[in-house]
């Protein structure tokens, strides 16, 4: 039977001081249960923001200790499946978000799961894909609140950190310490009125160390794309960040000249928003993996 850690064993900052909710070795298969971003609190559309108890938001569920992960080492986490439970729940709040400056009443909607769906007030229904947005490691010193994204991973609230997908982080302490939460039955790009589809859920995955030193992290990869993470305090920053990542990717590690990597980033490349409302404003660029097949390139799969 998969290891299980559950979602009593939430905490709200990645750090070194998270502990270990439970081991497992490389390569076994663990189930983390998750919160949604507000712990439960929001039952009903007439649960206010204003009775929210803030300080126990955003949780996430671990650490889970990988056996073996040491410090400097690249963990890549294979998301086996990613689950929603529902039901979910969404919000606006004057003044925050993309559009919070229209934004005038503050509002809970509770979306019902029909099957493979979402409801919307009853009216719209729109195919779930769950997400995680908080996902990462601990970083090897100090305290990330899990609101914030960064370089461990954290809140990058990123739509293809889903079923299928496998997350390259760079381990800061012993075990890695992996954690996740902040799960989303379904959002779109830039999540620009602060929230998705908010819902408890629960990942099964494995996670190993793997042999790519100086793979530029967070990175993500699925069956068509490699993908670049990169967050910081404008966009500007980050979008330059996310390009330049990619670039060494395909420079230092996919081997592509320096002019083949660029011109080949403006021709089959994209570079997506995938939050706006964090501390941080989170981008990715997308690059398609037939092309480096073209070049001899894959990841190596341990």
């Not at 979602?7 to 076994?28: C, K, L, N, T, Y």
């Not at 410090?71 to 986490?77: A, H, M, Q």
């Not at 404008?234 to 395909?250: G, I, N, P, Q, W």
Request: some cysteine.
């Amino acid at each position: 039977m998969a290891s299980r850690v559950t979602r009593d064993r939430a905490f709200f900052a990645f750090s070194p001081r998270i502990g270990a909710a439970m081991h497992v070795r490389q390569g076994e298969e663990f189930t983390v249960e998750t919160h949604d971003c507000f712990s439960g609190q929001l039952k009903s559309s007439s649960d206010t923001l204003d009775t929210l108890d803030w300080s126990i938001t955003n949780p996430a569920t671990g650490g889970v200790y990988v056996e073996g992960a040491k410090p400097g080492d690249i963990l890549r986490v294979d998301l086996l499946e990613v689950k929603a439970t529902g039901p979910s729940v969404m919000v606006t709040i004057p003044e925050v978000g993309a559009l919070g400056d229209l934004i005038t009443e503050q509002e809970t909607t509770i979306l019902e799961h029909s099957g493979d769906s979402v409801v919307y007030k009853g009216k719209v229904k729109v195919r779930q894909k769950p997400m995680l947005g908080v996902i990462g490691v601990a970083p090897a010193s100090g305290e990330v609140p899990n609101s914030t994204p960064g370089d461990h991973g954290g809140n990058m609230d990123c739509t293809l950190v889903t079923t299928g997908a496998s997350l390259y982080f760079t381990v800061g302490v012993e075990g890695a310490l992996f954690g996740c939460g902040d799960m989303h039955a379904v959002m779109g790009d830039g999540e620009i009125v602060i929230c998705g589809a908010e819902t408890p859920g629960e990942l099964r995955a494995v996670a190993q160390v793997v042999d790519l030193p100086g793979l530029p992290t967070p990175f993500l990869a699925n069956d068509e794309l490699v993908v670049v993470i990169a967050s910081a305090e404008t966009s500007d920053e980050a979008y330059k960040e996310a390009v330049h990542r990619m670039h060494r990717f395909l420079t230092g590690i996919a081997g592509l000249s320096v002019n083949d990597a660029a011109m080949l980033m403006s021709l089959v490349g994209n570079l997506v928003f995938c939050q706006v409302v964090d501390p941080l404003i989170t981008v990715r660029f997308e690059f398609q993996k037939s092309v480096l097949a073209q070049y001899g390139f894959e990841l190596p799969q341990g």
